[in-house]
């Protein structure tokens, strides 16, 4: 069946260090991968999409990159800041490749 | 536009008890998912419909839950009889473009 794993928290970092969060997953068929975030007290929402292999998805600095060769989906920001702090989670989902699948999320603390 | 609602956001009840949980998902949205929280984890997929069909219902624990959605909008998701394991956040979440999902507050279920 399929499966996310995520690198495990938590997480903490210095206000402009580099984020790098580890996502891979196995699947059948050709999954979209996707990025969500939680910010304290509120609900999942979704950061960041890929849907084919060498896709790059991007948003508010965010970035992550379809690796098919090694199954990842990690993702990356050059400079995080306190805000940031938050609970990623790392996705898979789509038409031909099962049910969508999570990963159990990543906690990160961004200190000022 | 609107987003995801559900209600209640918080149940408190004992095992053995019966509960039911709403979802309104935002108009026009054809796919509709719930989805189990449990702490420190990702979301695991229950039921997913496509209008009020169902598309994937493979880990939903049939013998004690079930899950409706009349004329293809809102639904329900009902657990009967509630175990202590029930404990968890339950997600709604709908989508337009495949799989790209907008998640509700959620619920928070207390089994005591």
């Known amino acids: 069946g399929n499966s996310v794993t995520q690198m495990e928290g938590p997480v903490t970092l210095s206000e402009e260090a580099f984020l790098t969060i580890n996502c891979t997953y196995t699947?059948?068929?050709?999954?979209?991968l996707f990025w969500y975030v939680q910010y304290p007290g509120e609900g999942l929402q979704l950061l960041l999409k890929a849907t084919k292999a060498d896709d790059k998805g991007s948003n508010k600095g965010f970035e992550a990159t379809y690796r098919k060769e090694t199954t990842s989906f990690h993702l990356e920001k050059g400079s995080v800041q306190v805000s940031d702090s938050a609970v990623y989670f790392c996705?898979?989902?789509?038409?031909?490749?099962?049910?969508?699948?999570f990963g159990d999320g990543t906690t990160l603390t961004v200190k000022p | 536009e609107a987003g995801v609602a559900q209600s209640p956001r918080y149940k408190i009840i004992e095992k053995r008890q019966s509960v039911a949980f709403w979802c309104n998902p935002i108009s026009g949205h054809a796919t509709l998912y719930w989805y189990q929280q449990i702490l420190g984890q990702g979301p695991k997929l229950l039921i997913q419909f496509q209008n009020n069909g169902v598309v994937d219902d493979s880990q939903l624990p049939k013998d004690r839950f079930s899950a409706e959605r009349l004329k293809g909008v809102d639904s329900t998701l009902k657990i009967q009889p509630a175990k202590l394991e029930d404990s968890a956040v339950y997600l709604c979440?709908?989508?337009?473009?495949?799989?790209?999902?907008?998640f509700g507050p959620g619920t928070r279920l207390t089994v005591t």
């Open positions: 996705a898979l989902s789509g038409t031909n490749a099962g049910k969508s699948t």
């Open positions: 979440a709908s989508s337009l473009v495949p799989y790209e999902q907008y």
């Open positions: 699947a059948t068929g050709y999954p979209s």
